[in-house]
């Protein structure tokens, strides 16, 4: 029998395993395989082939151009029936119950107590599997593997570009520091010289004074003995008062004098300054930014509504009966907040979407954001109230956090790597996470509702606003340039606007009562899921659960939120 080559022909995206000729083989000479004899059960080259007709010309022979009358090498049958688990073993049976292949040792260790595991040769009835089909799909996966792979590359280095920039800026931290100490030392050395020089000068001055008044003193004592026994009477009397004048005056600095001051300098080092550094653990912290960075054309994957459900989001203690969901948020653990704007709260929901705590407000819920996976921002607006408020989910209670103020009107909120972006109705503002305004990106003036509500793509290089006024959505640039403008008939009074995690864009059109998804630009409508007749009715807030693969909306005058399951 011929022995199986590892050589391999690629031919566009196919490949096939080659043979070599079994008389060369023989004699120890590599030389592929152009023949099959189904008679010898062995393979021949051109040249073999040619002596094998002569000696045997009934025998029955494939060429290139039948290989799939050919056998299947030996190492491909040891590829395919080599049980994963136990690399020794070959796949001898099947289990029903958990649609695995076994060998005899995954059948006695982990499938003992299954009630259908049986011999591979008693499942193999019927048609046989498409293979063909199974190689499509395995191309088909490859593809996404590559792009995949070719994204993780891509990560590494820019992973390895932001490792050299944070590098250069603990460099940069470092020098900084050394500056301020500089400072700290000159300044410091400046209060020392300053010290210095008021002492010598105070010294100085009491070394002058006494110097002063020894020279006064012997020189009246020297002048006293040239008038002594002179009998001057005018000399002799102005003498005496000038020497006792003198010598009380320096009695009286010798007594204010009397306790000498001795002046030194000493330093004290600051031990609060001290304490602090030597309780630093670092320069600064080392965080991990994470980000959604969709893979090319992910944002262009048409969603597929396979199902709905319907769940009520009303509580006893709701005293008003009308319900306007404005704002819907996914948390940690799949758990949702929905925005109850006429009883000023928010809801949370469980897996089951039922309600099993709320958070009330001091003002009606417009919209909300994720700021982390356990907390969100809310604006709010009421009388002489514009703001956000932070909630947050601790240990399953929602606990309110700090506030925002805002001077304009706040209708839509959406946050992007710590940077928060506010609608007003007519602008869209940027700001940062303490509310400091950043800039004004756009404005529109030409009515009420221009720049209604707004979403960001995974990268924060899009913003998509949606123009209630105008039945229209807009996408900007990062700098608020316009980038294009949708319209659709369908869309009418679009209100909210998401952008999933895969950067896919799902916009609410309110009186028409419908969900589209337009391709990640905001140029084009990829789908309409959902409208009227699947039971839409005004809708207002739209947000998908990645985890349930589901679209979750939020309507007016309704107290059920509806879900759809996508694919």
Not at 125 to 131: S, T, V
Request: include cysteine; aromatic fraction near 6%.
């Amino acid at each position: 029998m011929a022995l199986f080559s590892q050589s391999t022909v690629g031919k566009g995206s196919d490949s096939f395993t080659d043979f070599c000729c079994s008389p060369c083989q023989e004699h120890k000479i590599d030389q592929w395989a152009e023949f099959y004899c189904d008679n010898c059960l062995k393979f021949y080259c051109a040249k073999c082939i040619n002596l094998h007709g002569q000696l045997f010309g009934k025998h029955v022979t494939y060429g290139r151009g039948d290989t799939s009358k050919w056998p299947v090498c030996k190492e491909v049958e040891d590829f395919i029936q080599k049980c994963d688990l136990h690399k020794d073993k070959r796949l001898e049976m099947f289990c029903n119950d958990h649609s695995q292949l076994c060998c005899t040792n995954c059948a006695f260790v982990n499938h003992r107590q299954c009630a259908k595991v049986v011999l591979i040769s008693e499942s193999v009835k019927g048609p046989l599997p498409d293979l063909q089909q199974l190689s499509r799909k395995i191309q088909t996966v490859l593809v996404e593997l590559k792009k995949l792979q070719n994204y993780w590359d891509t990560n590494m280095q820019s992973l390895q570009i932001s490792y050299k920039k944070q590098l250069h800026e603990i460099g940069q931290t470092r020098q900084k520091i050394n500056t301020i100490l500089d400072e700290i030392e000159k300044t410091t050395l400046k209060e020392l010289e300053d010290k210095m020089t008021s002492l010598k000068a105070s010294v100085n001055t009491n070394v002058d004074n006494c110097s002063k008044l020894q020279n006064e003193l012997t020189r009246l004592r020297d002048t006293i003995h040239d008038i002594v026994d002179k009998g001057k009477a005018e000399l002799s009397f102005i003498a005496s008062k000038k020497c006792l004048q003198k010598i009380n005056q320096s009695e009286t600095y010798l007594i204010e004098n009397l306790v000498q001051v001795e002046s030194s300098l000493t330093f004290q080092v600051d031990s609060d300054f001290q304490q602090h550094l030597s309780n630093l653990s670092g320069l600064g912290r080392i965080v991990v930014c994470t980000q959604a960075v969709p893979l090319p054309g992910a944002a262009n994957k048409v969603l597929a509504v396979q199902g709905k459900s319907e769940y009520n989001v009303s509580i006893p203690s709701d005293a008003k009966k009308r319900f306007i969901i404005r704002a819907i948020c996914v948390l940690l653990n799949d758990q949702i907040l929905v925005a109850d704007h006429d009883n000023k709260r928010v809801k949370l929901l469980d897996h089951q979407y039922q309600v099993v705590e709320h958070c009330d407000l001091n003002a009606c819920p417009m919209d909300m954001c994720l700021i982390t996976p356990s907390e969100v921002a809310v604006v709010v607006v009421g009388y002489k109230t514009h703001g956000a408020q932070f909630v947050s989910i601790n240990d399953g209670r929602l606990v309110k956090g700090r506030k925002l103020q805002f001077i304009h009107p706040c209708h839509g909120i959406a946050n992007n790597q710590q940077i928060l972006y506010l609608t007003s109705g007519t602008a869209l503002y940027k700001y940062s996470m303490s509310g400091d305004l950043l800039n004004k990106l756009y404005e529109d003036t030409s009515n009420d509702f221009t720049v209604n509500m707004c979403a960001v793509s995974p990268s924060g290089d899009k913003i998509f606003v949606t123009n209630f006024a105008h039945d229209k959505v807009i996408t900007l640039a990062r700098d608020g340039t316009v980038i294009c403008t949708f319209t659709d008939p369908d869309l009418v009074r679009p209100h909210g606007i998401h952008v999933t995690a895969q950067g896919q864009v799902l916009v609410c059109g309110q009186f028409s009562s419908i969900i589209l998804q337009l391709d990640g630009e905001g140029k084009k409508k990829l789908a309409t899921l959902a409208t009227r007749s699947d039971g839409l009715h005004y809708p207002l807030s739209v947000c998908y659960n990645r985890s349930s693969s589901s679209i979750i909306v939020g309507q007016a005058n309704r107290a059920d939120i509806l879900v759809f399951k996508v694919k």
